[in-house]
């Protein structure tokens, strides 16, 4: 079974800078895995920051950035803002088949 | 803009089976690739399935492989969840969303997502 694994949670301070990772455990994710990420605030769809590793999309904020680190799939979030207190969830591919992690709730505080 | 508006989502017993749709706007949807992602109450995001634009090949996550089956109607700008012998642990919002760049290939990523629409598989 195909497992992708986040840090279940983190905490920044405003105007601080976090990393949050995206792991596999079949082995290293390479950009072969399209890497996506994904924020969702309580009562709302997600909202799409990130696809293929690295593309922002034309509403992501340019503090944030995706990218590959040490075999895991990464999204850095630079100058948090409050508003950036959510639910963070990657998603890879796999032969085609999606499997999201189970997502990383960061505190901003 | 890209608007996309779930229907179909209901209470159903176990073994029932319910047919969510999609429909979609803004964008040339017979090329662009969709899939559908779930979300049971208080869990995270779940990927269910997908279908790329042009020859339509389809994808499903194990969890509801043989069970449930995407389509599409490019003349209706329509995308489809059939679900049948549902179970309670398909409970969920189920999103539809189109892929990014307007992609043929699922693989990008989902960009724009609908707002939901909520299955309760319950006796």
């Known amino acids: 079974q195909t497992v992708v694994t986040q840090e279940p949670s983190l905490t920044v301070s405003p105007g601080g800078t976090v990393t949050l990772t995206c792991a596999s455990n079949?082995?290293?994710?390479?950009?072969?895995?399209?890497p996506n990420w994904f924020q969702q605030k309580p009562g709302q769809a997600p909202r799409a920051l990130i696809y293929?590793?690295?593309n922002k999309h034309s509403w992501t904020p340019a503090r944030l950035s995706g990218s590959l680190l040490g075999g895991k799939a990464a999204l850095t979030l630079s100058d948090v803002q409050p508003e950036d207190e959510a639910d963070y969830y990657c998603l890879l591919y796999f032969g085609g088949t999606g499997v999201f992690g189970g997502g990383t709730k960061l505190t901003v505080l | 803009e890209v608007q996309l508006l779930e229907s179909g989502g209901g209470l159903v017993q176990p073994g029932g089976s319910l047919r969510l749709s999609c429909a979609a706007s803004g964008f040339t949807f017979s090329s662009c690739a969709m899939s559908w992602v779930r979300q049971a109450p208080g869990k995270g995001l779940e990927w269910v399935s997908a279908i790329n634009g042009g020859v339509g090949s389809t994808f499903y996550a194990d969890s509801v492989k043989g069970r449930f089956t995407i389509s599409r109607d490019n003349s209706k700008n329509t995308l489809y969840l059939q679900m049948n012998s549902l179970r309670a642990d398909d409970t969920a919002v189920y999103y539809c969303?189109?892929?990014?760049?307007?992609?043929?290939?699922?693989?990008?990523?989902?960009?724009?997502w609908g707002q939901g629409t909520l299955v309760t598989v319950s006796s």
């Open positions: 079949t082995g290293a994710v390479t950009s072969g895995f399209y």
């Open positions: 969303a189109k892929a990014a760049q307007g992609s043929v290939y699922h693989t990008l990523g989902p960009e724009s």
């Open positions: 293929s590793t690295t």
